[in-house]
RNA sequence: GGGCGAUUGGCGCAGAUGGUUAGCGCGCUUCGUUCACACCGAAGAGGUCACAGGUUCGAGUCCUGUAUCGCCCA
């Protein structure tokens, strides 16, 4: 039963509308009394919450809902929860300019804190005017801040319609994820996964924390070759080129390339350090590079990880002497203490290590160690990924999970589980692969940070007062999650915080990525709602950007196979970039990127989300408004042409009327023709969805859509019409069921698509959602066409064309009747036309004879209307246009 | 330097297992105020498939190399 055809239709508005009415009758709540294989379950990345979201996270995330609806349609209970990614760094530094504020963990707890500002436009606050703050006062700010920020991010999710089950959210630093984290920390300890490790690591002495490898950058950074000669006893000087001088006093090695010609002669005996006149062996190593520089380098401890790599496979001392902060250690080394560098050292000492470069480079030109004049470079340099100082490399005691970057056998584990996933597209393993197989240590997660996941440990103090780190405290898994800065461990009391015989906490937070690699078990209920866990896990997809793959797809890896012993889900979907109309990625920095609610406004949420699913997965998209308006013509088009479609079968006077379904009314040939195209269509659309070909889908089902509406529904709008009666003759009746019908499949098929446009059309003739329509299948629609060949419709629109071709070169309008034609029609064609020619005639509007031919050799050109040549026209005037 | 991907009409893209005259959309040209739609419709013009070799009866599609672009890792 028609309900309501309104007389005019528009896009605008559709997003509220129907966002209320999903919530409201809960439409993608999940219903966890379904079997796992009932259930289809999305890991959907959690955006980081402090951050913006930009045109990319509205592309990636729109290919997500496109299968989460699809799923859904195919019967599928789907689980698609969201997630918020607010603990780390990114939410520090906000918080710290939004407020202006930091924090001092020294500092006592302040009750009703109000921070100096409520934003500030983006401007950083300098750091002396920033309020300290205590670490508890710190955090609860940064609470205060991601919830507003999620409440946004939110919003602009339920405008792009994500079908989201918007109950389900999570944080990454709610209570269930700190537990999680926790509590699978703790498992990988007991397991031997985590350890701890005093070892040279990269150091952000802006941020004063431990970085890992996966969040170094390299850029280009400038520096100069500084040319300084060691000194060798009764012999020519070795001359070394370094952009770091200022860690001269540090060495404690020359290397080479073992085949380097120019320093064979070298190799096994000992040089001595300018200014500092320290004795150090001349070694051989592979990784020395011949053509950088003079070829031998100095190794210090530490320069840059090669200098690590020669440290340890070199087995050589440790002499470090930049500090966390990034100065020069305040005493002088044993090394140096007594030696003729002692005095220059304690000029250094507590320098920048840029102060202590040029006093260092002066003292060179002074003793005359300095060859020549520094001379500019552009080098390399580490860099944490959000820092903008080059890491240093310092020595401290961190927590490390095991990632196969040290252990063959794991990685080799590892490297399987890659192959077990299937990634879309499947080249993106590569990824994976390369990553796994290049990693060079373990996976640093401490972290000495304050809004994140604290590491549940605490360490002994002894009676002498020193901390004994080699026996932590481990607390039981059912006091989970605890904070080790506020809470004692079982068996103390707070007042023996920092005493001899008492303990200490841990005092730092664990890496953003050591919880959300748990994303799936935080989700999912691991240990905290097994039920769930059971109907959920492993999860089918995991949707998430290419750049993303080293970090999060396979801490994700790691963490499932380490606890779980399996892959976290079957599926990987991978999204490309969005690039800007100059193939640049889109970023802020570049300050190209367009604010995603904006452009969900002005051009419709159907509109952009066709945009972004025409684009395959893992490929680089342009950023394509033009797109969007094809977009949202396709969703116009969609209303109009069902609003006409529908129209056919209402009583004139009441406006209503009963659409028929029934496959056996279709008894016309060219209404069957046009199912068995739908059949066919439904058929690949479903393969292409099926292989996670969201694209291709769309293609196959949109270019039916328009040929439907160009040339299927103009053939039979007048058998359709019926003379304007509610009931009609047969063929009337098969016009307007099979109308239906393709309406009823063809806005099936483009719901995960246009989710407004089509809800809005379902919502005037059918009940309940069309998201849980089910998706449709071809068979039905095969046998209601009855074996009628596609192709008929092909042949019935291109003699159409034909006759629209005539009245266009004659510039006449298309309402002017033809009074006599002759068409000639390709052999192959000519039953198919005229078995559709009643309905050629009505819509071509020949009223007088219409002979229809065999076409002659050589005539017609089958890509022009399929061969089909009009002569012998004779065109009329248009009738007047009717009047009201 | 290594890896992955891309290079098809002005623009954005399709083109499984190689097979007759290379498709689509936008834009463009011409025409049409048709009562679903002017956020429209009809007709039309437009490409030596980056380049150079090779395999083949036959290559946009396979192989080799080169160039340009993007990303990742050194």
């Known amino acids: 039963m028609v309900k309501g055809v309104p007389d005019r239709v528009s896009t605008d508005g559709l997003e509220e509308k129907l966002d209320a009415r999903w919530s409201d009758e809960a439409t993608f709540a999940f219903d966890r009394s379904k079997t796992r294989e009932q259930i289809y379950s999305i890991d959907t990345p959690p955006p980081t919450a402090s951050g913006s979201l930009h045109v990319g996270h509205v592309f990636s995330y729109t290919h997500t809902d496109l299968v989460a609806r699809y799923k859904r349609m195919r019967g599928y209970e789907v689980f698609y929860p969201m997630g918020w990614d607010d603990n780390g760094l990114p939410t520090e530094r906000r918080v710290q300019n939004y407020y202006g504020v930091r924090c001092d963990p020294s500092l006592p707890y302040v009750e009703d804190f109000e921070p100096p500002h409520q934003g500030t436009d983006g401007k950083n606050v300098k750091p002396a005017d920033q309020v300290p703050v205590s670490r508890r006062n710190f955090i609860e700010l940064c609470e205060r801040l991601t919830t507003e920020d999620e409440q946004k991010f939110e919003q602009l999710w339920r405008r792009l319609g994500l079908s989201v089950d918007w109950s389900q959210t999570y944080q990454t630093i709610g209570a269930d994820s700190i537990a999680t984290a926790q509590k699978a920390f703790v498992r990988n300890l007991a397991r031997g996964e985590a350890y701890q490790a005093e070892a040279p690591g990269l150091w952000d002495v802006t941020f004063q924390t431990a970085v890992a490898q996966a969040e170094l950058e390299a850029r280009d950074y400038p520096g100069h070759y500084h040319k300084v000669a060691f000194g060798r006893p009764g012999g020519e000087p070795v001359f070394i080129e370094t952009t770091r001088p200022e860690l001269i006093p540090a060495v404690v090695a020359l290397i080479a390339h073992p085949d380097d010609e120019r320093y064979q002669h070298l190799f096994g005996t000992t040089v001595t350090s300018p200014l500092f006149g320290v004795e150090v062996p001349v070694l051989a190593h592979h990784a020395a590079e011949p053509d950088k520089g003079a070829g031998i380098a100095m190794c210090c401890t530490f320069g840059d990880l090669t200098d690590v790599q020669w440290w340890r496979e070199l087995q050589l001392p440790t002499r470090s002497i930049v500090r966390r902060d990034g100065r020069i250690t305040r005493e002088v080394p044993e090394w140096i203490e007594g030696g003729a560098g002692e005095a220059l050292f304690g000029e250094i000492s507590g320098m920048t290590t840029f102060s ?17 004049e520094p001379v500019a470079t552009q080098r390399k340099a580490n860099f944490y990924e959000k820092g903008d100082k080059p890491l240093e490399i310092v020595t401290s005691r961190q927590w490390y999970i095991r990632n196969g970057g040290r252990d063959g056998d794991l990685r080799d584990e590892l490297l399987a589980r890659g192959k077990e996933l299937d990634f879309h597209p499947d080249h993106m393993r590569v990824r994976y692969e390369n990553w796994v197989g290049g990693l060079n240590g373990d996976w640093l997660i401490s972290r000495q940070r304050f809004f994140g996941v604290p590491i549940p440990l605490w360490y002994p103090v002894l009676a002498s007062g020193d901390v004994d780190h080699e026996n932590p405290i481990v607390p039981a898994e059912d006091q989970l999650p605890v904070d080790p800065t506020s809470q004692p461990p079982a068996g103390f009391t707070e007042d023996q915080r920092g005493r001899p015989g008492g303990f200490v906490g841990d005092a730092d937070v664990m890496d953003t990525w050591a919880t959300s690699s748990l994303s799936p078990q935080i989700v999912a209920g691991w240990e905290r709602d097994e039920d769930l866990w059971q109907r959920v896990f492993p999860m089918d997809l995991r949707p998430q950007g290419q750049d993303i793959i080293r970090t999060w797809l396979f801490s994700t890896v790691v963490r499932a196979h380490l606890e779980n012993g399996v892959l976290p889900w079957k599926n ?6 969005i690039l800007d109309p100059d193939r640049k990625k889109m970023s802020k920095s570049k300050g190209n990127v367009v604010t995603p609610m904006d452009l969900l406004v002005e051009h419709g949420s159907d509109a952009v989300r066709y945009w972004a699913a025409s684009a395959r997965l893992g490929a680089d998209a342009a950023f394509e408004v033009g797109q969007m308006k094809i977009g949202r013509r396709l969703a116009i088009k969609v209303l109009n042409a069902s609003k006409f479609a529908l129209s056919f079968g209402l009583d004139p006077e009441s406006g209503e009327g009963e659409i028929l379904l029934d496959p056996a009314a279709v008894t016309v040939e060219l209404d069957r023709a046009m199912l068995a195209g739908l059949a066919a269509v439904t058929e690949q659309a479903t393969a292409a969805f099926e292989a996670y070909d969201h694209t291709r889908a769309l293609e196959v089902t949109e270019t039916f859509f328009w040929t439907f509406c160009d040339d299927y529904l103009e053939l039979v709008k007048d058998r359709a019409y019926g003379a304007g009666t509610a009931t009609g003759s047969a063929e009337t009746t098969s016009a ?10 063809l806005l099936r098929l483009l719901a995960p698509y246009l989710p407004f446009a089509t809800e809005e059309v379902w919502s005037w003739w059918r009940t309940g959602s069309v998201h849980h329509a089910a998706w449709p299948t071809p068979d039905p629609l095969r046998s209601a066409a009855a074996g009628a060949e596609a192709t008929n419709l092909t042949a019935a629109g291109n003699a159409l064309a ?13 309402r002017a009747p033809v009074l006599a034609a002759t068409l000639a029609v390709p052999a192959a064609d000519l039953a198919a036309v005229r078995s559709a020619v009643g309905d050629v005639r009505a819509a071509g509007r020949v009223t007088g004879d219409l002979v229809l031919t065999e076409t002659a050799e050589g005539q017609g050109d089958l890509n022009v209307q399929g061969g089909m040549v009009t002569s012998g026209v004779e065109l009329g005037e248009p009738e007047p246009r009717k009047k009201g």
């Open 356 to 372: 202590a470069r040029k006093a260092i480079v002066e003292a060179l030109r002074a003793s005359g160690d300095l060859a020549g």
């Open 802 to 814: 034909a006759i629209r071709k005539v009245k266009s070169e004659a510039k006449t309008s298309m």
């Open 736 to 745: 307007r069921t099979a109308l239906a019908i393709a309406l009823d499949t």
């Open 572 to 577: 990987a979907a991978i999204s490309g970039w």
